[in-house]
């Protein structure tokens, strides 16, 4: 295995990690006005978030930078082209965060209220936006010879991505359910086992919907290895299904997560070698070869990646295990 492969396996694994985590974050957010009543429920819903959405969009911030550094040509093409989309992203997860930290300043109404529907809006757009962008690199966008995107924005919008944003979406919606399942208590947790339930529902047929379509809006079908892992996403979602049907929601909550990493990982495997396709012509796409940075600068990135990875991976999985317990009202902080 050479290196520019080696670094597109890392990205797919970030993005898979970042997918996994970010996604019950941008769950518990969509859900907050809905399983939230009256302020102390959504302060509950919010503080079970509170010690992870930071460390967690860690994971974003490192494929984006091994994507600027490994693949360049990949990073402009990218970010030129979905440059509306990522804009909004970014402004989403921007006031998203801003909010965690202000609605808890001041108890007037108003002022918490709109910090919460900020969380609301800088959870649910992303979650809806990354499916669009991911199916439009497995699709396909109008790259020209030159790796430049010369589409608009309006490309980006079809029915096939749009079925790929509704399940990114539902999916996250669900981990979020299932999040606060495992981390709270009372009427936050009856509603939420409710909302896991609804989430389910449109999880399931989103997701194979969008199976069904890949097979004649992309050429991922033709690839045995990424089509299987893409049914075998589906079997992983059908069976959290069965688990929320079953009110086993720690199982739920694994094969959910193993269904957003399986998705991920069909839809980057349906990619390579390409790391966008070109409509236009084919050979026109961007590989890991055409886009990759200098053979010196992917070894000095792997042995940087090799020394500081671990110990980054090591404080997440430290935090997650002195945040374990559940949240109750005596544990809120934001």
Same mark, same amino acid.
């Given at each position: ?189 009856? $509603?939420? %086992? *409710?909302? &896991?339930?609804?989430? /389910? #529902? ?5 997701? =194979?919907?969008?199976?069904? @379509? ?30 929320? $049907?079953? %009110? *086993?929601? &720690?199982?739920?909550? /694994? #094969? ?5 990493? =399986?998705?991920?990982?069909? @839809? ?67």
């Amino acid at each position: 295995m050479d290196l520019n492969v080696l670094w597109f396996l890392l990205i797919t694994v970030l993005f898979a990690g970042f997918f996994f985590l970010e996604g019950f974050d941008y769950g518990v957010g969509t859900l907050l006005p809905f399983v939230g009543k009256n302020d102390v429920e959504r302060r509950v819903a919010v503080n079970t978030i509170g010690p992870f959405w930071d460390g967690n969009e860690v994971w974003l911030l490192t494929a984006g930078g091994a994507i600027f550094a490994a693949f360049p040509h990949w990073y402009a093409t990218l970010f030129s082209g979905f440059y509306l989309a990522l804009f909004l992203i970014l402004v989403a997860l921007i006031m998203r965060g801003v909010a965690f930290e202000f609605r808890s300043k001041t108890d007037q109404p108003g002022w918490r209220r709109f910090w919460d529907w900020m969380i609301f809006l800088g959870s649910a757009l992303p979650a809806l936006l990354w499916g669009v962008a991911l199916t439009n690199l497995v699709r396909g966008v109008p790259v020209n010879a030159a790796m430049q995107y010369v589409g608009g924005f309006w490309d980006l919008l079809s029915p096939y991505t749009l079925v790929g944003g509704l399940t990114t979406l539902s999916l996250f919606t669900l981990h979020g359910a299932l999040f606060l399942s495992l981390k709270t208590e009372g009427h936050v947790l009856e $509603r939420a %086992r *409710r909302a &896991a339930s609804l989430a /389910a #529902a449109a999880a399931v047929p989103s997701l =194979l919907l969008l199976v069904v @379509l890949s097979y004649g809006q992309t050429d991922l079908p033709a690839k045995p290895g990424p089509a299987f892992v893409f049914w075998a996403a589906a079997a992983a979602l059908l069976l959290a299904a069965w688990f929320v $049907r079953g %009110r *086993r929601y &720690a199982q739920a909550f /694994a #094969a959910n997560g193993l269904a957003i990493v =399986l998705a991920t990982a069909a @839809l980057f495997a349906g990619l390579f070698p390409r790391v966008m396709v070109s409509s236009l012509n084919p050979e026109w796409s961007l590989t890991v070869y055409n886009a990759s940075s200098s053979p010196y600068t992917l070894k000095v990135m792997t042995i940087v990646a090799l020394t500081l990875v671990p110990v980054v991976l090591a404080y997440q999985a430290w935090t997650y295990w002195v945040f374990r317990r559940r949240v109750t009202v005596r544990d809120l902080e934001y």
